[in-house]
């Protein structure tokens, strides 16, 4: 009974999690149904490339962790995955977003996201599988379906896009736009 609402959101993107605290803040996922398209957000000046550098590996995990939900949890492992990058903190108390954007390598941000799937309740089994389904061709093919619908037919313009009410906001909306 609730209305869909729909995020646009590249979990390496500081305004995408500025967006992520404004929901939390205003209790706004309680009152819709709120869902997501991940993009990672392309490079203009390299052909192929990301803005972020994990940002496509980051996409691939929140893909691939739907296909392996754990049976248990309160919160699917694709939002625990969101939750953390934009809110939580390593323990040097750096926010875990700038860990990955500026001080992980390819392998230590893959292992952080490994890690975090066996905090989640994963088995080394589940994780294994959720590793390979990573570079798999269904879950590529997911996230250049999503990137097709965001360039193609939503025409994003900026990163985070919310839509909600049949509005569209291309921007971190602030906490007064999502309270009724």
């Excluded at 192929?48 to 492992?77: C, D, N, W």
């Excluded at 926010?95 to 941000?109: L, R, V």
Aim: proline share 5%.
């Amino acid at each position: 009974s609730k209305s869909v609402a729909l995020e646009i959101i590249d979990p390496s993107c500081k305004f995408c999690a500025k967006l992520f605290g404004n929901i939390k803040e205003t209790d706004f996922a309680d009152r819709y149904n709120l869902t997501y398209l991940v993009y990672p957000i392309p490079d203009n000046k390299q052909s192929g490339g990301y803005r972020f550098p994990h940002s496509k590996m980051i996409a691939s995990y929140l893909e691939a962790v739907k296909l392996y939900p754990l049976p248990s949890a309160k919160t699917p492992a694709d939002w625990q995955i969101l939750e953390r990058m934009f809110t939580g903190k390593d323990t040097d108390n750096v926010d875990y977003q700038i860990k990955f954007n500026t001080m992980y390598t390819a392998k230590e941000a893959e292992d952080k996201i490994l890690s975090w799937l066996t905090d989640f309740g994963y088995s080394e089994d589940d994780r294994n599988k959720i590793q390979q389904a990573v570079n798999s061709g269904e879950i590529q093919t997911r996230l250049a379906s999503q990137k097709e619908i965001v360039e193609n037919r939503i025409k994003t313009i900026k990163i985070p896009t919310i839509m909600f009410d049949g509005r569209r906001y291309d921007r971190a909306v602030g906490p007064e736009k999502l309270v009724k």
